[in-house]
């Protein structure tokens, strides 16, 4: 999906259900992803998912998760929780000025990726960052946001070993090039934490 390989796409959620993924499961890796890639390669995977469970036959009713009586404030909150859980403390990028639209959109992102997505039941923490592992490396990211959410990963679970899998597995999709320096930062961060891969 973070690649727009339709056909491709749609052999992999054929795949995860021929896997044992739920079809719950398989709607929520596109949620999981939607501020990593983006609205309009979500709702193009989420057709491309429609149509293989028709084509299957599974009749799939989405069960609403979402608290429509949450107030931004509330879900700001669950949001500050839920990052610090997944990634632990927020120093990320830190600016000056409270007022500026950088924070807006911080805030913004801490209410409904971390807040209002994070949260939502069918998938566990060690999923979730494995997701957004992959998207981020085959997208090409490498700054201090990739680094933080390695560390995450292993923060939740994610062993060394799997992290290190997980990019040599995407070698065949975003490239050598991608996935080689995802590791090189992974092997970085191994390094401060006096683990070995």
């Known amino acids: 999906m973070a690649l727009g390989q339709l056909p491709l796409l749609r052999r992999h959620i054929e795949r995860s259900l021929n896997l044992g993924m739920t079809p719950e499961q398989v709607v929520e890796v596109f949620i999981q992803l939607t501020f990593y890639v983006g609205v ?10 429609n149509a293989v469970f ?6 799939f009713v989405p069960k609403p998760t979402y608290d429509t009586s949450k107030t931004p404030d509330e879900l700001f909150e669950m949001g500050k929780k839920s990052y610090e859980e997944h990634i632990g403390e927020s120093v990320l990028y ?33 999923s979730r ?3 957004a592992l992959s ?25 060394p070993q799997q992290i290190m899998e997980i990019f040599i ?9 991608n996935s080689r320096t995802a590791m090189r930062v992974a092997r970085s961060v191994f390094t401060e ?4 891969a």
């Open 54 to 59: 028709e084509a299957r036959g599974i009749h």
């Open 129 to 131: 960052a494995i997701c």
């Open 94 to 126: 830190p600016v000056d000025d409270p007022d500026s639209v950088e924070m807006e959109v911080e805030r913004l992102i801490d209410e409904y990726h971390w807040g209002a997505i994070y949260t939502r039941p069918n998938l566990d923490p060690v």
């Open 193 to 196: 934490q006096g683990l070995s």
């Open 40 to 49: 309009p390669s979500v709702e193009t995977a989420m057709r491309t998912t």
């Open 135 to 159: 998207a981020m490396t085959v997208m090409g990211q490498y700054d201090r946001q990739i680094r933080r959410r390695i560390e995450g990963a292993l923060k939740v679970g994610v062993t």
């Open 169 to 177: 597995h995407l070698i065949l999709y975003g490239g050598y090039i």
